[in-house]
């Protein structure tokens, strides 16, 4: 008797979550509910922080949802790489739901653009210019490791630090600094001040590889 009414609490459950979702894209063996966009609208604004309206939602989930396809036809195994990594990258993220799984796999896939970018061909005049159109970049140095913070200096057009700061970028490490009257400062960089320089670089690159990512995905989407 108990299994009888949980079987039918699930059901009506069910009918309700259907009934309640609209149909508002089907083509191309492609079906996307209403629930389907606001749950891609809402990962959308957690990880981008805008708000989309209907239309380029849409757009964009039916452009991701070509896109997968096609990887899973002509080229399972770097989609199941892709997979791999994000199982890594976001552990206890429930992948249940297939919006929230090709969302991810998308962010992922645009990722590798940028990182391949960042390894293989940004360059030292690239990050002097991303610096150049700051309106500052003034930062405290230190001549006992940020124990003491000395001044603050506008460090955007200084070429040893903009060096220095390659360097550690291209090494992983964050140890700043930058020559100052012939005297070499530490550079104190906190993790909010570094993410918004990481930010800076990485909306340039992502501008960069517009063009080869778009390629990428709209050919694949009509494969």
């Known amino acids: 008797m108990v299994c009888k009414i949980l079987i039918l609490l699930l059901f009506l459950v069910s009918y309700s979550l ?5 149909i508002v894209y089907e083509k191309n063996d492609t079906i996307i509910t209403s629930i389907d966009l606001e749950t891609y609208k809402k990962l959308y604004k957690e990880n981008y922080g805008q708000m989309l309206d209907n239309n380029n939602a849409l757009k964009n989930l039916v452009l991701i949802n070509n896109l997968i396809k096609s990887l899973e036809r002509n ?8 997979d791999n990594r994000i199982l890594n990258d976001y552990r206890g993220i429930s992948f249940d739901n297939l919006i929230a799984k090709n969302f ?3 962010l992922k896939i645009r990722n590798e653009f940028t990182i391949n970018y960042f390894q293989n061909e940004l360059n030292v005049k690239e990050l002097e210019d991303i610096f150049a159109e700051l309106e500052n970049l ?15 200096v506008d460090l955007k057009n200084n ?15 964050n140890n700043f600094t930058v020559l100052i009257n012939d005297e070499i400062y530490r550079v104190c960089i906190d993790k909010k001040k570094f993410r918004s320089i990481e930010e800076l670089i990485i909306n340039y690159i992502q501008i960069k590889t517009k063009d080869e990512f778009e390629y990428f995905v709209y050919g694949k989407s009509k494969n």
């Open 18 to 22: 259907n009934s309640q979702s609209d």
């Open 104 to 106: 991810f796999r998308f």
């Open 138 to 152: 003034n930062l405290p140095v230190s001549k006992n490791d940020c124990l003491i913070l000395e001044q603050l």
């Open 159 to 173: 070429r040893y630090f903009i060096e220095d700061f390659y360097n550690n970028l291209k090494t992983n490490t």
């Open 75 to 82: 080229n399972k195994e770097f989609l199941n790489q892709i």
